[in-house]
């Protein structure tokens, strides 16, 4: 089964940036996904194929995938950005196809 | 605009099955599948199982199959989802979710969420 490994937080002052991670065996040859869910809300999909913004995503949110990581940067951080991030890979080895990281919690100090 | 509209919350005791409906607009229904996607207390997804409405195809996770189920009523653009035999660690929010697009897998679109307690 194919495993997804975030940390668990990251912390990042008002306006700088913001950099999770999501780490998997060659994740790179895989398209990842990225979500972010705020509390007591459904997950929103920021990212799609690596690097992808969802509509109405901002430019300061981008990502990357190579190697054994795929990363997601937030620029200019703000408060609105607190919030847990979620990677997502579809892996067919897998039981469960559609795979997520176990979440990263944003905190903007 | 897409919406996946689902139903209230349910509180059950362990042995119990709830039903859980995903009611689709805004877009072809028939054609997309429906995953089922669940969210345990403080804890990240976990991949249920898909439905294509349009054939009612099926798949789930091994861990779900034989107490999982999923139909779609087309007329209604609803899926319905059962889970049987609950534990109180299927005490989680169940969400609906879609990519109706041809190509892609991952989620553009989720329900609201539907919050299953099991509890004696």
């Known amino acids: 089964s194919y495993v997804l490994t975030q940390p668990p937080s990251v912390s990042v002052a008002p306006g700088q940036t913001a950099t999770i991670t999501c780490g998997g065996e060659n994740i790179g040859r895989k398209t990842v996904h990225w979500y972010r869910q705020k509390p007591g809300q459904a997950p929103v999909l920021l990212i799609y194929f690596d690097s992808d913004r969802a509509s109405g995503i901002p430019a300061r949110i981008s990502a990357s995938n190579s190697g054994n990581t795929a990363t997601l940067t937030i620029t200019r951080a703000e408060a609105g950005d607190e919030a847990d991030y979620y990677c997502q890979v579809w892996d067919s080895s897998s039981d469960h196809l559609y795979v997520f990281g176990a979440g990263t919690q944003v905190t903007v100090l | 605009q897409v919406q996946l509209a689902q139903s209230e919350t349910e509180v059950k005791k362990p042995g119990a099955s709830v039903k859980v409906s995903c009611t689709a607009s805004?877009?072809?229904?028939?054609?997309?599948?429906m995953h089922w996607v669940r969210q345990a207390p403080g804890q990240g997804f976990e991949w249920m199982g898909r439905?294509?409405?349009?054939?009612?195809?099926?798949k789930f996770a091994q861990k779900f199959r034989g107490r999982f189920s999923m139909t779609a009523d087309t007329s209604r653009r609803t899926i319905n989802m059962e889970l049987s035999s609950l534990r109180s660690d299927d005490t989680a929010v169940y969400y609906c979710?879609?990519?109706?697009?041809?190509?892609?897998?991952?989620?553009?679109?989720w329900g609201q969420g539907t919050l299953v307690s099991v509890s004696a």
């Open positions: 979710a879609t990519h109706p697009y041809d190509y892609g897998d991952y989620f553009d679109y």
């Open positions: 805004g877009y072809n229904f028939r054609v997309y599948d």
């Open positions: 439905i294509n409405p349009s054939s009612g195809d099926t």
